[in-house]
């Protein structure tokens, strides 16, 4: 019996400890448990600041371009105005240099090479009535008429500027078809 007993004894410190481990146990899976979904919300959190970041390098990406954009649509502008400006020079040398810094410009900007084939159109038109003009003048002092002198001021015109507006003309309209066919 005290055989039994002492039997019963370990067995019911026996069952205790294992009731006691099986409890720790249970508490270590829920813990465990937590810190599972703990890790799992840090992941999904980890994921929504990827995309953020991806979203905000995307942004910063595009307004870049944009910004790369607008300076060279201002470098483009500037260009433009100093080559108009030369156009109207005194210097020949000059007004050749305009004509073919917009030919450049209309390389360099499908988007103003219409623009820029309107000027040269338009200075060679203008080059074309002043040589006119002067040979008409020169006429008529050649003849003994008293003339007076017309708008043109000292500028003396040149048939290299209305060649030269002439060329860039004619290979910026040749682009522009061939850029017309590509589009077809």
Same mark, same amino acid.
Request: proline share 2%; hydrophobic share 35%; glycine share 6%.
């Given at each position: ?5 002492? &039997?019963?004894? $370990? #067995? ?7 009731? !006691? ?5 249970? *508490? ?23 995309? @953020? ?9 595009? +307004?870049?371009? $944009? ?5 060279? *649509? ?16 005194? +210097?020949?040398?000059?007004?050749? =240099? &305009?004509? @073919? ?10 988007? /103003?090479?219409?623009?820029? $084939? ?12 002043? $040589?006119?003009? !002067? +040979? #008409? ?16 001021? /000292? ?9 030269? &507006? ?7 309209? =040749? ?7 590509? *589009?077809?």
């Amino acid at each position: 019996m005290l055989v039994a007993l002492g &039997a019963g004894v $370990i #067995a019911g410190i026996g069952l205790y400890y294992t009731s !006691r481990n099986h409890k720790l146990a249970q *508490e270590q899976f829920k813990h465990t448990q937590q810190q599972f979904e703990l890790s799992q919300a840090q992941f999904y959190l980890a994921q929504d600041q990827f995309r @953020h970041a991806q979203s905000q390098a995307s942004h910063d990406r595009k +307004k870049d371009r $944009i910004a790369q954009e607008m300076t060279r *649509e201002a470098q483009v502008t500037e260009r433009y105005v100093a080559a108009i400006k030369l156009l109207a020079s005194d +210097k020949q040398t000059e007004r050749l =240099g &305009a004509v @073919h810094s917009l030919h450049r410009i209309a390389l360099d900007s499908p988007r /103003d090479r219409n623009t820029i $084939i309107q000027v040269l159109t338009v200075f060679e038109r203008e080059v074309r009535l002043e $040589i006119d003009y !002067r +040979k #008409a003048l020169e006429a008529e002092r050649n003849q003994g008429y008293n003339v007076i002198e017309g708008p043109i001021g /000292d500028r003396r015109p040149s048939l290299d500027d209305m060649e030269a &507006a002439q060329y860039v003309v004619d290979r910026l309209k =040749g682009i522009n078809r061939g850029s017309e066919r590509a *589009e077809s």
